[in-house]
């Protein structure tokens, strides 16, 4: 391969990285607060926590453009405070990975945090623990697997993605051009060979990742973000 595509390849682990760090950062107490509360418009914010797994990335990548262009609000405000523009950007890449991998982390979470039920939780009241120590001393260690699965498939998922990234990054080696957008450059240029190569890493990588996690989750209840 190019010094191109290793430079992609490059830019989209570390993409990959950061993103995932941050949605499991943001992605944990949303998914603990899924799982235990009882409002009951909850649905709301599961179906807003679920849309980019229905909604098509271009879509997507297109209002994240038109809200952090340098002319927005949003775009103006940052500025106004010294801030970086977004749009063509790492930074930007990493709010539309964050946005557009959120179900990937939150709903394995949820799943495993329901899974261990009140009666722990309960226990461990009855012995004095207030809810921050029953959430770091009893929820995260039996949730553990739910953590391993919710890091391998939003780092995953980072990796394969294409319409987000090209809406708001573009297409700018060593910044911006991630690995499925050089397979697509590549195609575009008609180097099959190229992109074939590249191809070939990220399918292996993604295999790997895959696989970890069914066997970690052997005899357990079969994974899904949709459940």
Avoid at 55 to 78: C, E, H, M
Avoid at 181 to 209: D, K, N, R, W
């Amino acid at each position: 391969m190019s010094p191109g595509d290793w430079q992609a390849i490059l830019l989209t682990l570390q993409l990959a990285l950061v993103s995932t760090a941050i949605l499991l950062v943001l992605g944990t107490p949303l998914a603990w607060w899924l799982a235990r509360t009882q409002w009951r418009l909850k649905f709301v914010v599961e179906a807003l926590v679920a849309l980019p797994l229905v909604l098509p990335p271009t879509v997507l990548g297109f209002y994240l453009l038109v809200l952090l262009r340098p002319n927005s609000w949003l775009g103006q405000a940052i500025e106004s405070v010294g801030g970086p523009s977004l749009v063509f950007s790492f930074s930007g890449l990493v709010i539309g990975s964050v946005i557009y991998s959120l179900p990937f982390v939150v709903q394995p979470l949820q799943n495993s945090f329901y899974a261990i039920g009140n009666r722990p939780l309960e226990a461990a009241a009855s012995l004095g623990a207030k809810p921050l120590d029953q959430f770091f001393s009893i929820a995260m260690p039996l949730a553990k697997h739910g953590f391993f699965s919710a890091a391998v498939l939003g780092f995953a998922h980072t990796i394969g993605e294409f319409g987000v990234v090209l809406m708001i990054g573009g297409n700018i080696p060593g910044e911006t051009q991630v690995a499925s957008i050089a397979i697509y450059e590549h195609v575009e240029s008609l180097a099959f060979g190229q992109a074939h190569q590249l191809s070939l890493v990220l399918l292996g990588f993604s295999f790997v990742l895959l696989a970890a996690v069914y066997a970690l989750g052997r005899g357990r209840k079969p994974m899904s973000v949709f459940t």
